[in-house]
């Protein structure tokens, strides 16, 4: 079977055992055994998968019949079930006391396309990206070492965010609509003045990833 022209890891006989339950069912596991030339034990781990995946399920006295499930209609479910939470990686952050070289470096080291700028304990005032820099770095004169990186960085009022509990698709949606590279997840302070803690980051390599592990079943339905 295939979801998106991607393989899902059923087997031979576990996709042999969806297509008798689709034509023949509500068939019992001695039924689908004597079709499959095995013995029903031989078919307890494969029935176990089906049914937990959802493709197929079970009543006593009745048999396993077939759910009307696809694997793009589980796929689908599972996504939307995803918190920004589950996925969300380690913000890396500089003080608003730093200097522009700083985020050079920093970006160099972690090997990241931003870097948060915060204030206090972690409250989110900024980011500075790649663009910025360059933007930074073309200007007359300018030394990177000396500019320091409020300067170049996109304030928080400008910002997009999302919050651990935002679901994935959500926060997807953002980063496409607002044609961005990573979003700051943030805890919400709310109090005389309102605050956000960054407690992460959310970034296109963190969905690739999550779309990659659904659809190997490192997540969810597939075995």
Request: glycine share 8%; net charge negative.
């Amino acid at each position: 079977m295939t979801l998106g022209g991607i393989d899902i890891s059923l087997t031979e006989r576990q996709k042999a055992i969806v297509d008798i339950a689709k034509e023949e069912g509500p068939i019992t596991g001695e039924q689908l055994a004597e079709h499959l030339h095995v013995t029903r034990a031989a078919l307890r781990a494969d029935l176990a998968v089906l049914v937990m995946s959802g493709l197929l399920d079970s009543r006593s006295k009745v048999g396993y019949f077939y759910t009307g499930k696809n694997l793009l209609s589980l796929f689908t479910e599972e996504l939307n079930s995803m918190l920004v939470r589950d996925i969300q990686s380690v913000p890396v952050v500089l003080t608003k006391n730093a200097m522009a070289y700083d985020a050079v470096v920093t970006m160099f080291v972690e090997d990241v396309g931003s870097v948060f700028i915060v204030e206090g304990q972690g409250r989110l005032i900024g980011v500075v990206s790649r663009k910025d820099l360059l933007k930074a770095s073309l200007g007359p004169g300018d030394d990177l070492a000396k500019i320091p990186v409020q300067m170049v960085m996109t304030p928080l009022t400008k910002l997009i965010v999302t919050e651990p509990g935002e679901s994935v698709v959500m926060a997807a949606r953002k980063i496409i609509d607002n044609e961005i590279d990573a979003l700051p997840v943030v805890k919400v302070s709310a109090g005389i003045e309102r605050s956000y803690e960054i407690v992460g980051r959310l970034t296109k390599t963190n969905l690739a990833r999550l779309i990659v592990d659904l659809s190997e079943g490192k997540r969810g339905y597939s075995s």
